[in-house]
T-cell receptor, first 116, second 109 residues
Framework: DGGITQSPKYLFRKEGQNVTLSCEQNLNHDAMYWYRQDPGQGLRLIYYSQIVNDFQKGDIAEGYSVSREKKESFPLTVTSAQKNPTAFYLC???????????????FGDGTRLSIL | DAKTTQPTSMDCAEGRAANLPCNHSTISGNEYVYWYRQIHSQGPQYIIHGLKNNETNEMASLIITEDRKSSTLILPHATLRDTAVYYCIVRVGSPKLVFGKGTKLTVNP
């Protein structure tokens, strides 16, 4: 079945440690996104990528980094510079992300990151 | 992106139709209406979207008023698994999805 796979489902980070969250899609989508969701809050966009080898910062990119070396993969690294990383991280993808695109985003099941 | 207003919560009996309203009175001419739902501890699930015509898929129907200032998501035969928070979003082109508070739908046996 086509879909978006996020791993791991749960992740624990020690102080000062970088961790990488995986996101893989087999939907042949061009655009991919990373969001953060805090308890009782809406989604906040961290980074997005419209095409391989290109990505843009979202609203809360500080303390995070991404890469897009392959169309199907968009890993997110939570660096030690992110002082409040505990959250639910969601990866999404869509067919396109142009200025007038109406294509919906489809989400994975998320990774829950906690600090030890 | 235009702001949306949804009721905080709704209840529905299992097997009955669930009609979830959304007000988007400031929607612009090229903005689409999207519906997503989120079950606790899972990622949001895309349900349906439309511009001005009514839309139907295997999950639901979307009814948009002629002036496009409001819409209704219809789940024709609600099941217990449809219990979730439902989000109505209006946007065009932006990479960012802005989720409001949504409507918590509880389907009762």
């Amino acid at each position: 079945d086509g879909g978006i796979t996020q791993s791991p489902k749960y992740l624990f980070r020690k102080e000062g440690q970088n961790v990488t969250l995986s996101c893989e899609q087999n939907l042949n989508h061009d655009a991919m996104y990373w969001y953060r969701q805090d308890p009782g809050q809406g989604l906040r966009l961290i980074y997005y990528s419209q095409i391989v080898n290109d990505f843009q910062k979202g609203d809360i990119a500080e303390g995070y980094s991404v890469s897009r070396e392959k169309k199907e993969s968009f890993p997110l690294t939570v660096t030690s510079a992110q002082k409040n990383p505990t959250a639910f991280y969601l990866c999404a993808s869509s067919i396109a992300s142009g200025l007038y695109s109406n294509q919906p985003q489809h989400f994975g099941d998320g990774t829950r990151l906690s600090i030890l | 992106d235009a702001k949306t207003t949804q009721p905080t919560s709704m209840d529905c009996a299992e097997g009955r139709a669930a009609n979830l309203p959304c007000n988007h009175s400031t929607i612009s001419g090229n903005e689409y209406v999207y519906w997503y739902r989120q079950i606790h501890s899972q990622g949001p699930q895309y349900i349906i979207h439309g511009l001005k015509n009514n839309e139907t898929n295997e999950m639901a129907s979307l009814i948009i008023t002629e002036d496009r200032k409001s819409s209704t998501l219809i789940l024709p035969h609600a099941t217990l698994r449809d219990t979730a928070v439902y989000y109505c979003i209006v946007r065009v082109g932006s990479p960012k999805l802005v989720f409001g508070k949504g409507t918590k739908l509880t389907v009762n046996p």
